[in-house]
């Protein structure tokens, strides 16, 4: 069996998502969609301290670019590429894994919804997708029947109409066609919204479903565990493990060792396997390459928690904190926010990792001068806080 050093399957894992592929000066569709080939899905989330989640990984591989290529590809109906759904969780994915996750609609309708139970009213229902197919495009305050919202748990204060609505979206019968400038969602037809060769395409079996799944999330990997590619698309290790099976089988996946890791692992057949990497980013705390805690810390020594609904006095790093990737470690964080009134690039804190390299400093300085500019921030300020703060030029 195939040995690989820590070493070597880190850069297996970051080739397969992208970062040995070159920026472009200017990026364009071309690039985008190679990206996302490699991520397969692009996690969304309403969190905008510095920007919102599913433009940071693109930024993060293609570099600086124009953040109109995703609009141009999350909209439309025939020219649309990618389309919201509960993928990874809420996130962009190619419309073409729309038929994969027939099971998933099919879950989701038999519990009635994703998280919590959503109580069956037939009446509401209907009179919900009468309005959108006579309407359109709709947010749920353009539908809300009106109901008082409980100041309880003021996160969730969902109306009926909004959990009937997230209800019909996880089910299919209902799409997302964007969101307006609030980031509030925005629901139509699945007609009006994916490209007619996909809704008439076949409804694979669960376990072509399962396949198509996972061959998308190791060829996202590189190489990866069972619980690696479970945790990409939220499938269950059992239904990972029959679809792995097959794969093995059919020569796609080989099973490996890799160097500390406790479960066995496999490398698919298309990995690139570079002597080194040179990249230079920060990562979003919802990029793919540090979802998966455990998978973080094995492949990069790396111990990450994202501290947002932490109490601020008990915070360690800050409040959005991301990792920052040289060549092919991640060798510092950064707790960073966009103050869009000031113009002004915020560094909350700074923070070098045990043993990272001599260059740490200047090389991060020049990310977020690069960061700084593609936000359409005019200066960077970097505060007091930890210690690879002082050394920072921006």
Known sequence: MLELSRAQARRIALAAQGFLDPRHTTPTMRTLRRTVGRTGVLQVDSVNVLQRAHYMPLYSRMGPYDTDLLTRATTGRERRQLVEYWAHVQAFMPVELWPAMAHRRDAHRARRGKWSFVAEDDELESRLLAEIAERGASTARD??????????????????????LDYLFTTGDVAISGRTNQFEVRYDLPERVLPAAVLATPTPSVAEQHLALVRRAAAAHGVGTLRCLADYYRMLVADVRAAVDVLVEEGELE??????WQRPAYLHRDARRPRKVVARAFLSPFDPVVWERERTEHLFGFHYRIEIYTPAHKRVHGYYVLPFLLRDELVGRADLKADRASGRLL??????????PDDVAEEMSAELRVLAGWLGLDDVEVEPRGDLAPLLRP
């Open 255 to 260: 099973p490996v060792r890799v160097e500390g």
């Open 143 to 164: 539908l809300d029947d009106g109901l008082p919202r409980s100041k309880e748990h003021w996160g969730w204060n969902w109306s009926r109409t909004r959990r009937m």
């Open 347 to 356: 560094v909350r804190g700074a923070y070098a990792e045990s043993g990272a």
